[in-house]
T-cell receptor
Framework: KQEVTQIPAALSVPEGENLVLNCSFT??????LQWFRQDPGKGLTSLLL?????REQTSGRLNASLDKSSGRSTLYIAASQPGDSATYLC????????????FGTGTRLKVLA | DGGITQSPKYLFRKEGQNVTLSCEQN?????MYWYRQDPGQGLRLIYY???????QKGDIAEGYSVSREKKESFPLTVTSAQKNPTAFYLC?????????FGPGTRLTVL
């Protein structure tokens, strides 16, 4: 059974710092991995999608990497800003079909001004 | 503006009542999903639908029901059989394996 873990559960950093959020999964037979951002009381916003054949994706100050063989993905946030404060979740789909996504419990990030 | 809408934003249910949560999308996505989110837990899949008139149970389908009569709509009914329905409910749709989410409905049992 696929399990997704995100460590740490919470993180506080000063503004301007570069940071890395981690996501690990137990079964490497995934179709893709998606990173999301969630603000308190809101829905999820898609940040990056990495297909299983890709190693990384970039969008602005965000870079996500995927290492299927080791069951790990990292989300790198450059030059963090207070507006980056949110909970970040990762989700994988597979191996139980492309329509079943398994989510981690998230990392709650606070960027201090 | 393309997107996913959920209504209502807040919903209060009395014990023994059935309630229906609305989810509509205008993204022309085939697949739609319902998730439940509880504090400190990841999202858990309730039901999903790959195409119109077809849907499958997720990991926690007991006490819930859905229908998919139109591509744009995927309503979720929380029945009285769901003993602990207080949670944040999120609807999503997907195309080419990328999921997009609505703003959520917070359901509270009085």
């Amino acid at each position: 059974k696929q399990e997704v873990t995100q460590i740490p559960a919470a993180l506080s950093v000063p503004e301007g710092e570069n940071l890395v959020l981690n996501c690990s999964f137990t079964d490497s037979a995934i179709y893709n991995l998606q990173w999301f951002r969630q603000d308190p009381g809101k829905g999820l916003t898609s940040l990056l999608l990495i297909q299983s054949s890709q190693r990384e994706q970039t969008s602005g100050r965000l870079n996500a990497s995927l290492d299927k063989s080791s069951g790990r993905s990292t989300l790198y946030i450059a030059a963090s800003q207070p507006g980056d404060s949110a909970t970040y979740l990762c989700a994988v789909n597979g191996p139980s079909g492309t329509y079943k996504y398994i989510f981690g419990t998230g990392t709650r990030l606070k960027v201090l001004a | 503006d393309g997107g996913i809408t959920q209504s209502p934003k807040y919903l209060f249910r009395k014990e023994g009542q059935n309630v229906t949560l609305s989810c509509e999308q205008n993204l022309n996505h085939d697949a739609m999903y319902w998730y439940r989110q509880d504090p400190g837990q990841g999202l858990r899949l309730i039901y999903y639908s790959q195409i119109v008139n077809d849907f499958q149970k997720g990991d926690i389908a007991e006490g819930y029901s859905v229908s998919r009569e139109k591509k744009e709509s995927f309503p979720l009914t929380v029945t009285s059989a769901q003993k602990n329905p207080t949670a944040f409910y999120l609807c999503a749709s997907s195309m080419f394996n990328e999921q997009f989410f609505g703003p959520g409905t917070r359901l509270t049992v009085l």
